[in-house]
């Protein structure tokens, strides 16, 4: 299955995947009007570490995700390899925000739980922060 | 004393999500966020129109104009001389510029058409007819016998062999980043051509590529020991560089950091300096000396370019090259472009490229002496269009540098002097270093190279070529436009109409 991959030597932290996660997550087609003059909860996140090294933080999608076994709801779910999230399911305990050993599980601007679904679920058909990366630093690939 | 900024930073306000990716990428610090207001300022007196931030803003919001606030400019003094003016009163200093010469003076290349078959002889298709594009550069025998069995009876000269008459010419490790040599070297291999150290040394990760690499051997000899020598596939001696012929070059101690002092053999932050002339070499017969101290050297294997700028004189150097046992000349034209080069210099000094290639060739034949020596010339070639000319015009090859560095995403904001490139290509600061994917890098130069090749197939075919070794000095197949009878004579071309 083609998963999402950090090269974080080639990582700019220039922030644009949270911005075209988050543009692709709107269900709308113009990027102004999706995010100007709004707080934005990307599912991708732009970490930096203490050396100023820079990598971007989505979901893994693990093999045996402890988020889909501490799901009290029965919200996450595995589907074709993807974990996916059933926004009418979730409660907003956020039982697997606090598990996700990656911190790649966040909060969104409703209180519940939201994660990287791969683009699958939105218009984009594959992950737009890979797509819009200038870098190469997130690939979307099948790996052993 | 103040100016008016040279560009102006346009911000669509309506546009702006405040993703702040201006003002993360500007190496210049053009831009800045403002919490209180919640906005992006920015102060344009900065801004070197690299348009960094033009290309990465996810809206558009941006784009970067032209300032036409101008001083009282006049026919005779411009805007810009007033300001050059205006500086050197403040700084006493020499002004410093990159890349090629900017000035209006004339392209060659834009005034030569291009011959095509019609009627009497047939165009060739090149998507259904073999075409031919390989060249070796290197002295040719003036005759080969054969044994018996028809295996060749005559040793030949060391040869490079390149699967198109292009390749990438002498940029320093230095000059340009770690990451925009590992490009090109890795483009060079793919394509089959070559790519050129130029004065910096070769960085021992790059060893590996060697069969594709010319290394450079210019007057500061920066990096040069034996396995270096033996490491490329041809060994070239740079006498002069179109930006600035008759000057050395000069690398700036910021920028002899880590690796770049390592390869170059030279302390950590020192300037290195070349100096204007090889200190051994006065004339042809010194020059001669060199040529066969590094062929010694490298046990008679590899071809020895002799690199020169295009100056007043071109056409008698190039002879003298050409007895010096040279295989290879490259003549390098005054709108070749530089890392840093002393404006007035850049702008003053050299002859254009079209001019010096065609006195070349003429010479060489006339003398009998063509074949001793391969020429390649360089100095912005632009386009494939302009390859097919030179080839027509006499060149064995081209050298390309600027569209390369356009390849990998330089904008042309001509500032690779200050270290400071937003795209990763013209410096050694390890955050702007990594903006420059070699992953990606390479591929756009394969892709570069790739569409060329093409279109001289295209442009070969409609002529009715089918190998370009029938193309060479072919200049039956050119006409020039607009030109004098003397610049004609000098080109040895008809004018269209003829």
Partial sequence: ?144 | MNFYPEFEVVRNDSRCVRCRVCERQCANEVHWYDEDGKILLSDESKCVNCQRCVSLCPTRALKIVKSDCRLRENANYSDQTIKEIYRQAETGGVLLSSMGNPNPLPVYWDKILINASQVTNPPIDPLREPMETKVFLGKKPEKISRNEDGTLNTELPPQLSLTMPVMFSAMSYGSISYNAHASLARAAEKLGIYYNTGEGGLHEDFYRFGKNTIVQVASGRFGVHKDYLEAGAAIEIKMGQGAKPGIGGHLPGTKAVGDVSKTRMIPEGSDAISPAPHHDIYSIEDLRQLVFSLKEATEYRLPVIVKVAAVHNIAAIASGIARSGADIIAIDGFRGGTGAAPTRIRDNVGIPIELALAAVDKRLRDEGIRNNVSIVCGGSIRSASDVVKAIALGADACYVATAACLAMGCHLCRSCHTGKCNWGIATQRPDLVKRLNPEIGYKRLVNLMDAWRHEIKELMGGMGINSIEALRGNRLMLRGVGLTEKELEILGIGHAGE
């Fill in chain 1, 1 to 144: 299955m083609k998963r999402i991959f950090v090269k974080e030597e080639w990582c700019l932290g220039c922030h644009l995947c949270e911005y075209n996660c988050a543009f692709a997550n709107s269900g709308l087609t113009d990027m102004v009007k999706a995010l100007k003059d709004k707080k934005i909860y990307p599912r991708v996140r732009v970490e930096t570490d203490e050396d100023g090294i820079t990598y971007a933080v989505s979901c893994r999608h693990c093999t045996n995700p402890l988020c889909v076994k501490s799901c009290i709801a029965g919200a996450l779910s595995i589907q074709d390899g993807v974990i996916q999230i059933d926004h009418n399911k979730c409660v907003g305990c956020l039982t697997c925000v606090l598990v996700c050993p990656h911190g790649a599980v966040v909060e969104d601007e409703k209180g519940i739980a939201q994660k990287c679904e791969l683009c699958m679920k939105n218009s984009c058909g594959a992950p737009a922060c890979v797509a819009g990366c200038p870098n190469g630093a997130i690939v979307y690939e099948e790996r052993e």
